[in-house]
T-cell receptor, first 113, second 113 residues
Framework: DAGVIQSPRHEVTEMGQEVTLRCKPISGHNSLFWYRQTMMRGLELLIYFNNNVPIDDSGMPEDRFSAKMPNASFSTLKIQPSEPRDSAVYFC???????????FGPGTRLTVL | QQQVKQSPQSLIVQKGGISIINCAYENTAFDYFPWYQQFPGKGPALLIAIRPDVSEKKEGRFTISFNKSAKQFSLHIMDSQPGDSATYFCAATSGGGADGLTFGKGTHLIIQP
């Protein structure tokens, strides 16, 4: 299995631009999670889906952030408009739903200038 | 999200020694406590996990000790090796592990040869 796939791996954009991060979970996994990692705040849960349905989005920092999961094999995290404080590594993780282990992707390093 | 407090922030151990990392939590609804290992440029990967119905779990050189009454748990790495040098995160979640993870701030571990 290829594991969780994220794209792009690196993204540099200017303040005010729209940013879309993409994730392909492991085939057969029912749960998908988006996390953000920064030096100051560590790893934070942003949102997670179960069977493509958003379950908890209380970690989404503000309305500029949105996430979708249109099908079982694809999810997006969108930031519009982006700000310098959004600079971080964004991780997508998936789990089978019946087991607790979450498998993390390699992350997308976002830099907003 | 309830906080998970992790210490120390950084740790240097000699090869062959014991590395100990501690975590404390507040939310009594947490029922699953994993430890993740992260190497630079990679996503976190599950190392070992425990449920509160047992006080200790051992897998090879890695042991979790759990104190439910004190709401504390710790990771012990026996016979520490240079390859163990990484950042370690404790985490906690509820719902049998199906919910998103609340992470500690991480411990940067260096094993000196």
């Amino acid at each position: 299995d290829a594991g969780v796939i994220q794209s792009p791996r690196h993204e540099v954009t200017e303040m005010g631009q729209e940013v879309t991060l993409r994730c392909k979970p492991i085939s057969g996994h029912n749960s998908l999670f988006w996390y953000r990692q920064t030096m100051m705040r560590g790893l934070e849960l942003l949102i997670y889906f179960n069977n493509n349905v958003p379950i908890d989005d209380s970690g989404m920092p503000e309305d500029r952030f949105s996430a979708k999961m249109p099908n079982a094999s694809f999810s997006t995290l969108k930031i519009q408009p982006s700000e310098p404080r959004d600079s971080a590594v964004y991780f997508c993780a998936s789990s089978p739903g019946t087991d607790e282990e979450q498998f993390f992707g390699p992350g997308t390093r976002l830099t907003v200038l | 999200q309830q906080q998970v407090k992790q210490s120390p922030q950084s740790l240097i151990v000699q090869k062959g020694g014991i590395s100990i990392i501690n975590c404390a939590y507040e939310n009594t609804a947490f029922d699953y406590f994993p430890w993740y290992q992260q190497f630079p440029g990679k996503g976190p990967a599950l190392l070992i996990a425990i449920r509160p119905d047992v006080s200790e779990k051992k897998e090879g050189r890695f042991t979790i000790s759990f104190n439910k009454s004190a709401k504390q748990f710790s990771l012990h790495i026996m016979d520490s090796q240079p390859g163990d040098s990484a950042t370690y995160f404790c985490a906690a979640t509820s719902g049998g592990g199906a919910d998103g993870l609340t992470f500690g701030k991480g411990t940067h571990l260096i094993i000196q040869p």
